[in-house]
Every structure is written in structure tokens, then in C-alpha cells.
């Protein structure tokens, strides 16, 4: 005897079977989903890597364009100083060679000079002493030397008589209306008289100081 079949219930779906079609479109919607996430992180990482490479490429660009600058800078500045150098020494030579010019001029005026001076004779210490009447004009005086020049003593008389220069022990005839002179080297300080050695009147005093 066979037992009758149970038919499925109507309208509905045989256990088991599967998801329906709204739990399929959820589980699709949400596959979408992960991968636009995940599409969009890797493209932003992407992004981020490329804006590095660039900025690091910028800044490596940057670096070397400073380090050009500054290399340009140097060499400019360099030049310059060589510049600035170079000309200063052309017055360094102007000024040596004024400085010679001043020494030889210097030189030359000295030379000139001591030629001049030496050329030049010192000029004797002179006096002149008056007889007149047998006396001295004007009473006795003394003529003054330094020791060492070179002495020049004139008498002149209108008598005759013999000059005589004591302490340098000098004499001379003179005539009536006459003169002469005494010309030494003045090397015996002190006082000393000149006198008419025959009518023995003294006429003057010599006196020689120290120098």
C-alpha cells in the first residue's frame, strides 16, 4: 500500500535553497562598498607618495639651485676682492717711489748744503783800533775774541812806533800816519795789552774768552 505524497507548502521556498534576492543585493552593494574604500585609500596613498617624490624632488632642485647661488656668490665675491686687491698695490709703488724721489731730493739738498757750509770759510773776528797823538782814540778798550777763532786785529797810528801784542808776543813796525794788521789763530784765552813798545803806552786790551 503505498503512502501519498506531502505536497510543499504553496508559496514558499524549499529549505536550504539559498538567499533571496534582497540579502544577495545587500551582500553585493557591500562588496562594492570595501573595494571603493579600499580603491580610494590606495589612490590617496598613491597620491601622498607622488606628492613626497615631488616635494622631495623640489626640494633636492631648491638645494641644488641654493648651492649654485651660493657657489656664483662666492666666486663673485672672490673676483671682486682679487679685484679690489689688485689695484691697491699700483699706489704702494707710487708712494715707494715718491719716498725714493723725497730721499734722493733729500739727499741731493743735504749734499747741496754740505757742500755749501763746507765751501763757505768762517769769516776772522776783526777790530780795529785808532792812534791818534801817540794816544788811543777814545781811550783804552778792549777788543774781544773767542778762543779759536781766527783773529784780525788793524791798528792804525799817525806815530811811529812798534805795535806790540803781548801774550801772543807779536809785533810790527808801524809808520807815522800807517797802519798794520795782526791775523792769528786765537788759541790763548786771558787778557792781554797792545801798547806803542818804544813810547810804552798801552792802546788796548786783548782779551780771548773761552769758547
Do not use: C, W
Amino acid at each position: 500500500m503505498s503512502t501519498p505524497e506531502t505536497p510543499p507548502p504553496a508559496g514558499g521556498d524549499e529549505p536550504g535553497r539559498g538567499l533571496s534576492g534582497v540579502q544577495r543585493a545587500g551582500i553585493v552593494l557591500g562588496g562594492l562598498a570595501v573595494l571603493l574604500i579600499v580603491f580610494v585609500v590606495l589612490r590617496g596613498g598613491d597620491d601622498s607618495g607622488s606628492d613626497s617624490s615631488s616635494s622631495s624632488a623640489t626640494s633636492t632642485a631648491s638645494q641644488n639651485t641654493a648651492s649654485q647661488s651660493t657657489a656664483s656668490q662666492s666666486t663673485a665675491s672672490q673676483s671682486t676682492a682679487s679685484q679690489s686687491t689688485a689695484p691697491q698695490s699700483t699706489p704702494a709703488s707710487s708712494s715707494t717711489g715718491e719716498t725714493e724721489t723725497a730721499d734722493d731730493s733729500g739727499s741731493e739738498t743735504g749734499s747741496t748744503s754740505t757742500a755749501t757750509s763746507t765751501s763757505t770759510p768762517a769769516v776772522p773776528a776783526s777790530q780795529t783800533i785808532n792812534v791818534v797823538n801817540g794816544q788811543p782814540q777814545g781811550g783804552v778798550k778792549t777788543v774781544t775774541f773767542k778762543k779759536g777763532d781766527q783773529a784780525v786785529l788793524k791798528v792804525n797810528s799817525d806815530t811811529a812806533d812798534e805795535i806790540h801784542v803781548h801774550g801772543y808776543d807779536l809785533k810790527k813796525d808801524v809808520e807815522k800816519g800807517g797802519s798794520v794788521t795782526f791775523s792769528f789763530k786765537a788759541t790763548i784765552d786771558g787778557r792781554f795789552e797792545v801798547e806803542l813798545e818804544d813810547a810804552g803806552t798801552q792802546i788796548a786790551n786783548l782779551e780771548v774768552t773761552p769758547s
